[in-house]
Each structure stands twice: as C-alpha cells, then as structure tokens.
C-alpha cells in the first residue's frame, strides 16, 4: 500500500520525503490524500491568504523567498517590539470539527538562534488556545509536528498564528506549513 519514493518522486516534493522519512524511501498515500485546511501553505502563490500584525514598536514585513522546496515565507523583522506577539503572521478563521485530532506540521529557519510562537486559537469567547507551542531556529531547516485535539463541543474556528516579535531583527522563514485532520 506504499508507493515507491524514487518512483514517483517528481511528483513528489522534497518535503513529502522528509516528512514520511528518508530513511524507509516510501510515501504513504493516507497521508496526501488528507486535505490541508491552511490555504497557500507552501507559498506558491506568494502572500496571499496570509497576514502580518505589528505593535509596541515592532516593525515587519512578509514576502516570499526561495526555500529548500521553492517559496517559502520570509518575515523580515526591522524591528522585534517587547513580547512574541508584537509581529504575528497567520490565517484567519481556519474551520475544524469538535472532538477531532489534527496535525499541525512545517519547517522553519532563522538567520540567527532564536525562538518562534505559535499558536492555534479560537476566534471568539474567551480566545481559548487548542494548541501554543515555542520552538527553536537556528540557521538549519528544521520540520516540527504537533497534534492537538479540539473539544468535544463548542466553536472551533480558529485562527493559525506564529509569533516571532520580541527578539529583535532576526529573519524567519517558513515553509511547507500543513493542518491535516489525524485519522
């Protein structure tokens, strides 16, 4: 039930290699055919369907940059404000299902060893968070991969956010960025 990597691999970009994993050389066909509820994730089409927020003194900026598979997201930081969510960049109003395990996965980088927020909220009430995480960048690609479950009632449009304020003009890139409903 495995399709063959070398095979297939045109097909394929670098990241569904690595996310299934170098080492075993095959593809799962489960995991393609799940659909990615975050839109131009792979910023084939530049910027859009993502947004940038600012404040308390924070100055940035979003574009696209080549990546390790082709664009990716560049927020270029002239200035990185007090606290992470003085530069926010995400999507709005993301629609999940209650009671459902989803996966949130992408690579990032920096131009320099630093931390990125982020987050999966809901849009409304008291803006409960169904998933907040800090990872560390350095200078490398590296992918990351958290699961997380939404209630069993309730809202459950959310927005995806990552943070990257407070630390000053250190460039992010993101890229390959995936929310897939788990099985």
């Known amino acids: 039930d495995f399709y063959d990597a070398a095979y297939y691999g045109g097909y394929f970009s670098q990241f569904a290699q690595r996310a299934i994993g170098a080492a075993t050389g095959m593809i799962d066909p489960a995991f393609w055919a799940q659909s990615n ?30 990546g390790a598979n082709g664009d990716a997201l560049l927020i270029d930081t002239a200035a990185g404000g007090s606290y992470p969510w003085d530069i926010s960049v995400g999507q709005y109003a993301l629609a999940l299902v209650p009671g459902t395990d989803y996966r949130l996965t992408f690579t990032a980088e920096a131009d320099s060893s630093r931390t990125l927020g982020l987050r999966v909220v809901q849009t ?60």
């Not at 530049?46 to 947004?51: D, E, I, R």
């Not at 690609?141 to 459950?156: N, Y």
């Open 37 to 66: 509820l975050v839109t131009n994730g792979g910023f084939e089409d530049g910027t859009s369907s993502w947004w940038i927020s600012s404040g308390n003194g924070a100055s940035a900026s979003i574009s696209t940059t080549s």
């Open 124 to 183: 409304s009430g008291t803006w409960p968070e169904y998933l907040a995480q800090t990872v560390s960048l350095n200078t490398s690609t590296q992918q990351f991969t958290f699961d997380f479950t939404t209630p069993s009632a309730g809202q459950t449009t959310v927005n995806l956010e990552f943070r990257a304020g407070g630390q000053g003009a250190v460039d992010v890139r993101i890229d390959d960025v995936w929310l897939i409903e788990q099985d």
